[in-house]
Each structure stands twice: as structure tokens, then as C-alpha cells.
């Protein structure tokens, strides 16, 4: 279920972000005298980008999950009913 959850939380992050960051490019594109330069996307960064939020969102699951595999779950749950 963390696994799930980890990899839902990257995802949502991704799709909120990627689209934001090509409007603000494009709104820098447009602001500036577009007829000097043509606007180019880097895929390469949009790609090394969601490798690390990947990569940050896995280190933070296996964390998260190292420590629920030392804890028993009746134990937490005893815990948080009182």
C-alpha cells in the first residue's frame, strides 16, 4: 500500500509540474523578442527531472517501509486507540 501510495504521490507532483513548467516557459518565450530565438524544450531535463522526483519519492518509501517492518502493527494500533 505505501508503495502505492509513494508512487501516486510522484506521479500527481509530476503531472501537476511538467504542464506549469511549459506554460511559464512558453510565457518567457512569448515575453522576450521571439523572433531571435526559437523555442526549444529540453526533454533530456524534463526526463532527468522525473527520475529524481522518482528517486526521492522510492528513498522516502523504503524509509517509511523499513520502519513499519521493525514496528508490529497491533502494537501501533493498540497505540493510537488510546
Keep these: 500500500m505505501i508503495c502505492l501510495e509513494s508512487l501516486f504521490y510522484g506521479l500527481r507532483a ?3 509540474a511538467i504542464p506549469l513548467s511549459v506554460l511559464i516557459s512558453y510565457a518567457l518565450y512569448k515575453r522576450i523578442d ?3 530565438i526559437g523555442l ?3 526533454y533530456f531535463m524534463y526526463f532527468a527531472v522525473i527520475a529524481a522526483v522518482f528517486a526521492v519519492v522510492g528513498v ?3 524509509c517509511s517501509v523499513s520502519k513499519l517492518k521493525k514496528a508490529s502493527v497491533i502494537e501501533t494500533l493498540k ?3 488510546c
Design 14 to 16: 509530476l503531472i501537476f
Design 34 to 36: 521571439s523572433n531571435k
Design 40 to 42: 526549444e524544450i529540453n
Design 60 to 62: 522516502a518509501m523504503l
Design 79 to 81: 497505540k493510537d486507540m
